[in-house]
Nanobody, 119 residues
């Protein structure tokens, strides 16, 4: 079993910053890609950013130049630094990790953390 625990969400004014963290624990041999997704009310869950085990990154266009994804492989943790936040960034943010363990290669999700940006 693998657990992903997110933290760092909250309420912030437009233009402010937040840093999300997601720590993976449990039955883990290695972690491939890690990423952040978000889901606004009434909308589908969309990709925000991903990072490979080799630290190659990918961002959705709307967050480029504002958000930075990083990871600490020794701690099985992924981060999302969010700067210049906008009201349209308001959503529940979910962490995802592609984990190799005794069950093989599987994707796991965190429980989500709310980010609210006020105008």
């Amino acid at each position: 079993q693998v657990q992903l625990v997110e933290s760092g969400g909250g309420l912030v004014q437009a233009g402010g910053s937040l840093r999300l963290s997601c720590a993976a624990s449990g039955s883990i041999f290695s972690i491939n890609d890690m990423g952040w997704y978000r889901q606004a009310p009434g909308k589908q869950r969309d990709l925000v950013a991903t990072i490979t085990s080799g630290a190659s990154t990918n961002y959705t266009d709307s967050v480029k130049e504002r958000f930075t994804i990083s990871r600490d492989n020794a701690k099985n943790t992924v981060y999302l630094q969010m700067n210049s936040l906008k009201p349209e960034d308001t959503a529940v943010y979910y962490c995802n990790a592609v984990v190799f363990n005794i069950l093989g290669l599987r994707g796991y999700w965190g429980q989500g953390t709310q980010v609210t940006v006020s105008s």
